[in-house]
Every structure is written in structure tokens, then in C-alpha cells.
């Protein structure tokens, strides 16, 4: 199975900074046809997983223009320009490369 | 709007088994396969497998062995997740997710959650 690491695994952040949170693949998530199949996800607490971010770089519809992906291959990176107070949570990187699909460990985004 | 609406929570003894339901609205039930994933307390999500509704097709991961089994109803829109010999360790909120199929992701997005199932296994 794909395993995925995620860092920092905790991260406080102050209103309007930015944040960011790495993710790292032990193998390669760029397919032939040129897509990188990795995914970002929010779960806020008490609530169900919610997509921000798909195939690396392409935001999910209504998921606000702070939130951004980048990355290829075995790094990628989510970056929230402005931290607002509704972004706190857990956020997780997935793999949709090949089954299983896998999850990183999560990040807890807070307050400080 | 879609909505994915899941069956309520589960009691049960190790070594029984138990069915979820995921019975979707807002857009043609067969044109979008659905995902089933699971959230132990405190852990990640895990993946568990998917069917395509539109002919059964399905794909699961392997630690499951034949204890998982995933089933969909098209004549009332609804996706079923059933885990036999149930363990300890299989206590978690399990997940139907879908999305609309694409090009480079014909097995869809994860746009769409149920509000998950809360799966108790105690003796």
C-alpha cells in the first residue's frame, strides 16, 4: 500500500497568516496521463471529511480561493493564503493512485 | 442538491456482522460509483472499497479478505456496506462518499459524504 506523511502533525496558526501542510509519498502519484492522483480533504470536528482539493492542484467547487495545491510526484504541498476561523480541523492528503486508497495522518490546524 | 443519507448506529458482538445503508438523492443513482470508508475514534480515514451501481462492479481493499461486501439497489437508489465477523477493532464511523465521474477520474470525486454511521462492536 501507498503510504503517505503528512507534517507538521500539529499547527497552530494566527487569524489572516498563512499556513501550509506537506504531504510525502513513498511512491511516485503521477500517472501516465500526466495526473497526480492526491487529494486534500478538512474534516472540521464532529462533521463528515469535505473535499478541497483534487488531483493536487484543482479546487473542489465552493471551496474558497484560499486554499491552494501544488506539488508532483512524491511532494505536495496545501497552502491557506489567509487563515480564517472556520479552516480549523483536521486536514488529511489522500492517494487515488491505486487501491487501497490511503490517507496521510492528519494535520490539526487551531488558533493560537 | 445531493445528499447521501446513511443508516443510524450499531451495537454489536464480536463476531456478528452488520449492514449500512447509504440511500442517495439529488441525481441519477447509477451514474456515480460510490465509495465506502470507515473512521476509527481518534485515527484517519481508510478506505474500504467502492461499486459502480450501474452494473455492481466492485473493488475492495484486501485486509477485508471476504468479510466485506458492498451492494447497491438501484430500484431505491441505495448503496449497502455489510462487514461480517465483526472485530473490536472494527469499531468506527463508516462513510459513503461520491462524486461525478470524470476523465482522469472515472471512479469520481469525493464530493459528497453521508452524515456516517457509528459502529459499536462490544461483547
Known amino acids: 500500500d501507498i503510504m503517505l506523511t503528512q507534517s507538521p502533525l500539529s499547527l497552530p496558526v494566527t487569524p489572516g497568516e498563512p499556513a501550509s501542510i506537506s504531504c510525502r509519498s513513498n511512491?511516485?502519484?503521477?500517472?501516465?496521463?500526466?495526473?497526480?492522483?492526491l487529494d486534500w480533504f478538512l474534516q472540521r470536528p464532529g462533521q463528515s471529511p469535505h473535499l478541497l482539493i483534487y488531483l493536487a492542484s484543482n479546487r473542489a467547487p465552493g471551496v474558497p480561493a484560499r486554499f491552494s495545491g501544488s506539488g508532483s510526484g512524491t511532494d505536495f504541498t496545501l497552502e491557506i493564503s489567509r487563515v480564517e476561523a472556520e479552516d480549523v480541523g483536521v486536514y488529511y492528503c489522500?492517494?487515488?493512485?491505486?487501491?487501497?486508497?490511503?490517507f496521510g495522518q492528519g494535520t490539526r490546524l487551531d488558533m493560537k | 442538491d445531493v445528499h447521501l443519507v446513511q443508516s443510524g448506529a450499531e451495537l454489536k458482538k464480536p463476531g456478528a456482522r452488520v449492514k449500512i445503508s447509504c440511500k442517495v438523492s439529488?441525481?441519477?443513482?447509477?451514474?456515480?460509483?460510490i465509495h465506502w470508508l470507515r473512521q476509527a475514534p481518534g485515527k484517519g480515514p481508510e478506505w474500504l472499497g467502492l461499486?459502480?451501481?450501474?452494473?455492481?462492479?466492485?473493488s475492495h481493499a484486501e485486509k477485508f479478505e471476504d468479510r466485506l461486501t458492498i451492494t447497491a439497489d438501484l430500484s431505491v437508489d441505495t448503496a449497502y456496506l455489510q462487514l461480517r465477523d465483526l472485530r473490536f477493532d472494527d469499531t468506527a464511523i463508516y462513510y459513503c462518499?461520491?462524486?461525478?465521474?470524470?476523465?482522469?477520474?472515472?471512479?469520481?470525486?469525493?464530493?459528497?459524504w453521508g452524515q456516517g454511521t457509528l459502529v459499536i462492536v462490544s461483547s
Open positions: 489522500m492517494q487515488g493512485l491505486q487501491t487501497p486508497f490511503t
Open positions: 462518499s461520491t462524486g461525478e465521474s470524470t476523465v482522469p477520474l472515472p471512479t469520481g470525486r469525493f464530493d459528497f
Open positions: 461499486i459502480d451501481p450501474e452494473d455492481g462492479e466492485t
Open positions: 511512491q511516485s502519484l503521477l500517472h501516465r496521463n500526466e495526473y497526480n492522483y
Open positions: 439529488g441525481y441519477t443513482f447509477s451514474a456515480n460509483w
